[in-house]
């Protein structure tokens, strides 16, 4: 059942103040231990569906009108975005947004805040993030402000690692950086998905690099979820490259 996904996505509609419908119907599902990639171009619905998984629709003044989406087997509805956080689902957001005017480490350590980690806990896990992002260990002490798009993507996804998470939901990680520092990103996540089992959930228009890195796909269009299937399929898949994901 339920329990056998670690996010469920089911029917789900949503809708923003003046009744913009922004998902007509939208299912998916996350299994323990999965990279899943959710696609589409601009306007696809795809952070309004990342919204609505960490139950941050409603400060957007938007709402679901139908179906379910369950972390755990819980409904994500009932729980307070810094409780799902709490709970092992945690989210980075679209843009990156680092404290600039603190340093690298000192981005990182706010995402231990949450869970009141413990000193040691703090070093530890920091010294766990290096190990996955050498180069955020070499820019520990430099204001975040400062860094590149890239370290600063890496910041914003250390961050959330800090909270220890069991699935990790990332939105348009690649966003205005370099095809090299995309590359980076990806296959250090797929290196923790391996290794530690984090169960990732990533939305990206860049198709060609997510379903390089995914396990699995869904692709949304105009808020519908048209096409789902594993990633080596949907890639190696002309009719869907020309028709879905406008690749070259
Ligand atoms: P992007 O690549 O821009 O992130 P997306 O696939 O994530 O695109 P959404 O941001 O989820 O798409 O947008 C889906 C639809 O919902 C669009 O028509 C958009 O205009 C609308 N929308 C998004 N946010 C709001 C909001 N806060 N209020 C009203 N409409 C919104």
Redesign the pocket.
């Known amino acids: 059942a339920d329990k056998d996904f670690l996010l469920a996505i089911d029917g789900v509609r949503a809708t ?3 009744a ?1 419908t ?2 007509h119907g939208v299912s998916l599902t996350v299994g323990h231990g999965e990279i899943v990639a959710l696609l ?12 609505g998984i960490s139950n941050l629709l409603p400060a ?3 709402q679901i009108t139908a179906g379910s989406i369950k972390f755990d087997g819980s409904d994500v509805s009932a729980i307070s975005p810094a409780d799902l956080v709490r709970s092992g689902l945690v989210q980075v957001l ?1 843009g990156r947004h680092c404290f600039r005017s603190l340093t690298v480490e000192e981005n990182l350590i706010t995402g231990g805040i949450g869970r009141s980690a413990k000193r040691a806990e703090i070093a530890d896990d920091l010294e766990n993030i290096y190990a996955y992002f050498p180069r955020l260990k070499e820019k520990r002490r430099t204001l975040s402000g400062l860094t590149s798009g890239g370290e600063q993507q890496m910041t914003a996804i250390g961050r959330a690692l800090m909270s220890r998470p069991r699935l990790l939901v990332l ?2 990680p690649s966003m205005g950086l370099a095809p090299l520092i995309v590359q980076d990103i990806f296959k250090t996540l797929r290196r923790l998905n391996r290794e530690t089992g984090l169960a990732i959930l990533v ?1 990206e ?1 860049n198709s060609t690099v997510a379903l390089k890195y995914a396990d699995r796909a869904t692709i ?1 269009e105009n ?1 519908v979820a048209v096409l789902s299937g594993a990633a080596d399929e949907l890639r190696d898949n002309e009719d869907i490259k020309n028709f879905y994901l406008g690749q070259k």
Not at 40 to 51: D, E, V
């Open positions: 923003y103040k003046h913009i922004a998902l589409g171009a601009n306007g696809a619905g795809k952070t309004t569906t990342l919204k957007e003044r938007g679209e939105d348009e939305a228009q949304l808020g």
